[in-house]
């Protein structure tokens, strides 16, 4: 529950995001920038896992009917992850760290990434990327790969030992940007692997024969 009590958990998780951003490694500051995906720079959210499975398709030379179903499994799990998430956050309707970082601890502090201008729980990164993680995991298993995304310093690409630890990735991210608490980012996780569970189970492909 929300608390201006320093003792409070509520309290520790705000200090955390601030004392996670005063002290950012260099590989901290770069993975907050490969998943900043800003619209209109770097792609949304969604348009960031698209272009991920986009390398899938190409380094794993897939066939055309295991690249359409993977685009149909991962696009049906971020417009899920999206609907849920955001419904979500005009129902909690929570403020972002800075704002209560800046009102209760340090009137003079300052997020690496700017935050959106919407609330902030939960973290609609973590619950499309735990979603689009688990429909990838559950198509190909664990699977090693890299994936190549622009950053507002340039060009970069990153390697991942599975779908799940990019989808890890991308959710911590928005604790690295100052964006989100930890409480957003990993129940937002489970929240997409849920939705990602549901999609899999319910949504069933058939093969098509040659020539059909």
Known sequence: ??????????????????????????????????W??????????????????RDIASNMNLPLSTIAEMYV????????SFISSWSLKYQYNLLRPV??????????WVTYLASPGFPEYPSGHSVTSGAAGRVLTRMFGPQ??????????????????????AASEAAISRLYGGIHYRSAIENGVRQGECIGDHIMNTIFFRSVPQGE
């Open 99 to 108: 704002t209560y970082i800046n009102e209760y601890i340090d009137a003079r």
């Open 1 to 34: 529950p929300f608390s201006t009590d320093p003792n409070s958990t509520f309290y520790a998780q705000a200090m955390e995001v601030k004392t996670v951003g005063d002290n950012l490694t260099p590989e901290q500051r770069e993975i907050a920038e490969f």
């Open 73 to 80: 499994g991962v696009g049906v799990a971020l417009a899920d």
């Open 36 to 53: 900043i995906d800003t619209p209109g720079q770097s792609g949304t959210p969604a348009g960031h896992w698209i272009t991920v499975i």
């Open 144 to 165: 090693a790969f890299t994936t190549t995304n622009i950053t507002p310093s340039g060009m970069v690409t990153r390697s991942f030992t599975s779908f799940e630890h």
